[in-house]
């Protein structure tokens, strides 16, 4: 009779204790189930948020570089249509007899076999023009009517060249002089009305 109620009870302890062990066993088990879904939840947002802005970025760069690309040619064309053709050989300078005033480009080339340069005066004429004992144009006479110069263009070369030009009559001349002689002296100018 004592038996079976003292195995009972063994039996009910040995039973309890197997349901404790279980419960902690399975609360344990789900509150590091609970911290792995919480981390791999984190992760997932990271990557998200982290693949956004690289994605949004790509786009707005190439925007902000085809546009200056589209704009540089325009304001090119312009500047490259205005240039005035000025040929300069001995003992000549051929170029346009009537131009407009304005910033005005001019693009030269020496097609002779001397050195020349391209120089404008403002005046009517080389002959109305002051000048020294050889032919040349007295540029200090001048003053505020000496425009300016070119570099000395080599034969065979093409230099670019821009003036402020008002309206008015100009000479356009070579003012290069040795001793007696200037290319001036011998015909290289050219009378020229700005409008
Ligand atoms: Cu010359």
Partial sequence: MYRTPLGAVVALTASLALILS????????AVVEGEA???????????TES??????????????????????PEATEPETAAAVAVNLFEWVVEAPESIDGGSVTFEVSNTGTFPHE???ARGDSYEALPQESNGAVDEEALGTNWIGRSDRVPPGETITISF??????YVFLCNIAS???SHASQGQVLSVTVS
């Fill in 164 to 169: 402020d030009l008002e309206p008015g009559n």
């Fill in 118 to 120: 391209f120089a404008i």
């Fill in 22 to 29: 279980a419960c902690g066993g399975s609360s344990s088990d």
């Fill in 179 to 181: 001793g007696p002689n």
């Fill in 51 to 72: 693949t956004e802005p690289a994605a949004v970025t790509d786009p707005e760069t190439t925007e902000a570089g085809s546009e200056p690309e589209t704009t540089e």
């Fill in 37 to 47: 879904q919480t981390t791999t939840t984190v992760d997932n947002n990271s990557e």
